[in-house]
């Protein structure tokens, strides 16, 4: 059995294998979970966590391109809003109020 280590995980009698397995289950459901949850906003997802759906879709890029897989910003983030970002937008993306603007300026995010 091949074990591999994520920092803060603990991997102890999973293998690779199946640890990435359970790991696609669980980004697949987060996906599906914030595809449900329309309404909370990406900003709030900012302030709140230091990361939103762009930035899932981001990361989804970053791994594509890692491993050669031709992957286009746009297709990365149709995966994770489950449609073309600009229909999300419109449909669901209310315009931050200013206390929302002035946490986002305020936070010290990590880079992402």
């Not at 910003?73 to 603007?101: F, I, N």
Request: with cysteine; proline share 4%.
């Amino acid at each position: 059995m091949t074990e591999t280590s994520t920092p803060g995980t603990s991997t102890t009698g999973i293998d690779a294998a199946t640890r990435t397995e359970l790991e696609a289950a669980v980004f697949r459901r987060l996906v599906a979970h914030l595809q449900g949850r329309t309404d909370v906003q990406n900003i709030d997802l900012m302030n709140m966590a230091g990361f939103c759906r762009n930035c899932l879709s981001n990361w989804l890029k970053d791994a594509a391109d890692e491993k050669g897989v031709p992957l286009t910003k746009d297709a990365s983030r149709e995966a994770v809003y489950g449609m073309p970002y600009d229909a999300w937008k419109r449909l669901h993306q209310g315009e931050a109020t200013p206390e929302q603007q002035e946490a986002f300026t305020g936070a010290a995010a990590e880079p992402h």
